[in-house]
Every structure is written in C-alpha cells, then in structure tokens.
C-alpha cells in the first residue's frame, strides 16, 4: 500500500519528470548519448501512462468516462513516434497541472479557510482560586469565563458582567462592531474590543457557533460538485473530434508525426480542472458574502432552481412580535392601560411581554411599581398597582367579559376585573423579504411558496404583503415534506428556506435547504445544503444569483478551452505546430481556461 501511494503522489511525479528531463539532458546535449535519453524518458512516460491508465479503468468502473484517455494516448503516441522530447513535456505538464489545480483551489478558497485558521483554542476559565487557562474542550455549560482585551470569544455564552464592543465580520460578514453588555448572548469567534468582559458559557465548545461553521467549512470542502462530473459529457465528443482529426491528417499527409502533433494539442485539462475550480470559486464568493455553501452541486442545483419556499416565522418575518394596534375599553386612558400593562410585563420573559414593554419605552409612557406579582404559566402575568388588581393575559384569565377578537396574537389588560384594553401582536416582516421575492422572479423563479405553521389569516396577511400568491398555513413539519414531496416534476429543482428544527425534514428533503443560521447552528443548519449566516432574507437572491455567474463561468471555461484545443489541432494537421511546440502550447490552454474559471470569485460578474 504505501508503494502504491509512493508511486501515486502528485510531487514525486513532478519531481520524478523534472529530474528524469534532467538526466536526459545532460546525457544527449553533453555527453552526446540520444538513446539513452530517449530510454529514459521512453521507460518514465511508459510508467505514468501505466499509473494513469489503471486510475482511468476505476473510473469507468465508477460509471464516468475517463478524460485521461487523451493524455495517455499521446505520451504514448510522442515515445513510439520517437518524439520522445515532445512526451517529456506533455509529462511534465501533466504533472505539474496538479500543482496549479491546487494553488488555484487554495486561492480560491482563501475566505473559507481563514475560519479554519482563526478557531480559538484556549478559554480563561474564572475559578475560586483565580483565573486559569484551559482548552476550549474542557468548558463546560455554566463556566464563567473572562474574555480579555483584543481576545476571541471560546464558546457562546452570556455576558455577566462587563460593556464591550466586539468584531462579528468572520462570522456574519458585518464590519460593524456589536455593543455587548449584561444579557447579551456572544458568539464563539467573535474579536472582543479594548475592554474585559465576562460570560456564562451557553454551549460546549463542539456545539458553539464557530465550531458549528467550521464544521460546514469542512464540509464544503469534502462535497464533489455534480458539474465535474457533467463535465465527462463533454469528454466523449471531444475525445472523438481529436481522433476524427488526428486520423484525418494521417491518412492525407502519410505521416504518422502528425499523430502526435494532433494529439500534443489536445488538452484534456480544460475539462478536468475548469469546472471544479469555478465551483470552489463561486463557493469561496459564497462564503466571502455572509453564506456558506456545503457543495458545488447546491450552486448548481440553485442555478437551475423553479421553486422556493419560504417558512414565514423567522424567515420571511423576523420572528419578534410587535405591537401593530393596541385599543382601550370601558373608558380607561390609554397611557393608564399601557403604563399598568407594561409595568407588570417588565417582570415577566415571555416573548409578547417584551412586545408591550418596547411599545411603552416608544411612545414615552412611564412605568410605575408593582407589587404582589403572580405569573400563570400559559395564561398571564398578575399584580397589584395603586392599590388595583391588574391582569395582563389571555382574555378568559384577565376578565369573565366577552373580549375583542384581533387581527394578530391578543394580549388582553384588565383593571380591577374589568376590561381596560387589548394589544394586538404582529411578527414583524422583515423589511428586505419583498424585493428578495422580486428578485428571485427576476431569475425566472415564478413558482414560491410560503408554508407557515400559523393560522390562515396571519398567513395570508404576509403572504401579501411580500407579493407570495401561492401559501399553505397551518403546516406542521410532516405537512411540510408532504407539500415539498408533492410537487409536480416541472417544478424542479426545489429550494426550500427556513429557521427552525421545524423546518429541518422539509430542508433536507428539498433539492436545496437553504437555512437562516445566523443565530447559531441547530437542526436546520445541519440539514441544509447552504446556510447564511447573516440576519438577512437577500442573501437568498445572492445565493441564486452566484449560482447563475458560476454556472455561466464553470461553462464558458470549458468551452473556451475545447475550442482552443481543436483549433490548435486544425493547425496541427498540416503540420506547422511541431510537437515540442504543441506541447507547451498546451499548458497555455490550460492556464487560460484556469485563469478564467477563477473570475466566478468575483462579486462584478
């Protein structure tokens, strides 16, 4: 086995050729011994071709066609045609097109991998004895940990003590600093500013969130993209159209050099490199705008894509209530409804009562002390105020009156038993989801979906209001799968975006799970082929739209290099490329089709 890998290694063939070139030099420019050079050169070209060939059966074993054919054919051809100088240089370019692909792939990939190179590693866990430092494996939920000047934030967690400014850009692609305080959650990666802080750990480290995206990272990198493989299509006519010629100009000309000069031109590499280094290009612009894209194939699935469909809570909507309208009864003052109101849900952590106390701060009203709290769970929140009874709730546990319906979630106010008010709650739809829409329909993507787990009308409010005509409410995560499942074949490839473990089955299932992630890694961004890491719906259409340039890219790549090889091998035919020439020749197609599927990094396509 380790023979094998010995023979197998990219650098010992390089440098192997490199070296065999060498030695034959000094043996036919110095020391006038041209058979032995051709010797040498014969048997190292006869051995490649033989490592080359058998690596070409496991592919068609595979079920794809093997491109390699062509190189092997013309070392082969070059040695028994005497050209033996000519195959050196197709070996050597064979060899060290390998080493291009990866400093290709590796610049490519420059922005995915500057996540791997910063991961931290240690944490200053605070101890009764003091602070101690310790792997970032070690932490445990619930250790206090102090995050220094300048530092990384080794696990997510909650600040406890402290006000500073931290760096989220390798994590969000925000530039912006982030002011953290006491209560704020941090994520693990983040770059603390100049002053200390301290943290509860939320999270071990293997669960935090920069682990989670490495995690993706490697991911993406372990993923084949599916248009390499699309890209052995172009192999078999291509491999034809070289014999065609190369058979032509023998049969006129009588010459059999003819074979090899065709043959020297015809650069298999066009299609082996062009395509994957586009992918890895459109993934690394990806990765650059805030979305991490796990394979090639994703991209080119979303190239393709006829549908999308959104999760409305957290995804189309941001998935914090707010109070859309809010009315007094039975002639109570409205800053008397919203100053009791707000007072007592200042105590409470339900969502909706962070809801109410927002309002209150907005339109000015002062709070006032409350005593006697008593919270309900799933009904309401209870206390005592100037000597009155108030209750913030659901309408039967606030009063035994008949209560407004509301077009969103109701919280109902009563004052000594009697009802005072009623807020009507709204999920707030994000500000950028209607243009995201219009965006995607100007892909051409005509068929988007909403599917909420929310009541028809809440539904269809925000359907409208974002331009979606088609919605399907009231969908828990089987019915979900079943619409997604159920769609006509036409539609297809299918897109499906969403935030939460309930939309996990559904994200899995589509052709493309795209989740919104940007608040740690859970179930939906593990079963999603893509995910953004910023708090934005447009990232969707840019996703789209970077598939559509890779695409374009990966393909333009392709063809520019096959069509510089025939005509190369038109001019071959008759004759003036010798094969020396048309073996350096090569190399420059190469490099023109690596070079150009590299623009897919680009953001100005």
């Known amino acids: 086995m380790e023979g094998r890998d010995f023979l197998n290694s990219d650098k010992i063939k390089l440098y192997g050729t490199l070296a065999i070139g060498f030695i034959a030099a000094v043996l036919e420019f110095l020391f006038r011994l041209p058979n032995y050079a051709q010797l040498l050169i014969s048997v190292l070209g006869l051995l490649l071709a033989l490592i080359m060939f058998v690596d070409m059966i496991k592919v068609l074993k595979s079920g794809n066609f093997g491109i390699d054919l062509l190189a092997i054919t013309a070392i082969v051809a070059t040695i028994v045609l005497g050209q033996y100088w000519a195959g050196w240089i197709v070996l050597l370019m064979l060899t060290g097109g390998d080493t291009l692909e990866e400093f ?192 090639g194939t994703a991209l080119e699935k979303l190239n393709a894509a006829r549908t999308v469909a959104f999760d409305k809570t957290g995804t189309i909507t941001m998935g914090k209530l707010v109070v859309d309208d809010f009315q007094v009864k039975n002639g109570f003052s409205e800053r008397q409804v919203l100053s009791y109101a707000a007072s007592l849900e200042q105590n409470s952590s339900h969502v909706m009562a962070k809801a109410i106390v927002d309002y209150a701060v907005q339109n000015e009203v002062g709070f006032v002390n409350a005593s006697n709290l008593k919270e309900v769970t799933a009904e309401g929140i209870q206390g005592e105020i100037a000597g009155h009874v108030v209750k913030v709730g659901q309408g039967k546990f606030v009063t035994t009156e008949i209560v407004d319906e509301v077009k969103g979630s109701g919280v109902y106010v009563s004052i000594d038993d009697k009802y005072a008010g009623v807020y009507s709650l709204l999920d707030q739809i994000r500000p950028e989801a209607k243009s995201t829409i219009q965006e995607l329909k100007n892909f051409g993507i005509e068929n988007i979906l909403m599917i909420s787990g929310d009541k028809k009308e809440a539904t269809e409010m925000v359907a409208s209001k974002v331009g979606i005509t088609k919605y399907f409410p009231v969908s828990l995560p089987k019915d979900k799968v079943k619409i997604i499942n159920g769609l006509d074949k036409k539609y297809h490839p299918t897109v499906m975006v969403g935030d939460g473990v309930n939309d996990a089955p559904a994200l899995a299932l589509a052709d493309v799970g795209i989740a919104m992630g940007y608040k740690g890694a859970n179930a939906a961004s593990e079963s999603a082929d893509a995910v953004i890491l910023q708090d934005d719906l447009s990232k969707v259409s840019t ?15 392709v063809l520019i290099g096959i069509f510089i090889c025939i005509a190369l091998m038109i001019v071959a035919a008759f004759g003036l490329i010798p094969t020396i020439i048309g073996a350096m020749l090569q190399e420059v197609v190469d490099t023109v089709a690596i070079l150009y599927a590299l623009r897919a990094r680009s953001d100005k396509l």
């Open 104 to 295: 290709a792939a590796n610049k490519a990939k420059s922005e995915l991998k500057s996540l791997l190179d910063n991961t931290p590693s240690k944490a200053h866990l605070i101890t009764a004895k003091g602070i101690e430092d310790r792997d970032i494996d070690e932490i445990r939920v619930g250790d206090s940990l102090l995050i220094r000047p300048k530092e990384q934030v080794p696990v997510d967690g909650i600040v406890f003590e402290g006000t500073s400014e931290i760096d989220e850009s390798s994590l969000t692609g925000e530039s912006a600093p982030v002011t953290v305080q006491k209560g704020t959650y941090v994520m693990s990666g983040s770059i603390n500013g100049d002053n200390p802080f301290k943290i509860k750990a939320e999270k071990i480290a293997a669960d935090s969130e920069y682990q989670a995206i490495v995690k993706l990272v490697k991911e993406s990198e372990t993923h084949p993209a599916h248009f390499v493989r699309l890209a052995d299509r172009y192999a078999v006519p291509f491999t034809l159209i070289v014999y065609l010629i190369a058979g032509i100009a023998w049969y006129v000309s009588k010459d059999p050099i003819r074979i090899a000069q065709v043959l020297v031109v015809a650069s298999p590499c066009p299609l082996i490199l062009a395509a994957p280094i586009a992918f890895v290009s459109g993934m690394s612009r990806t990765s650059r705008n805030g979305i991490i894209v796990k394979s």
């Open 543 to 557: 996703a789209v739209k970077i598939a559509h340039d890779t695409m374009k890219v990966a393909k333009e790549a």
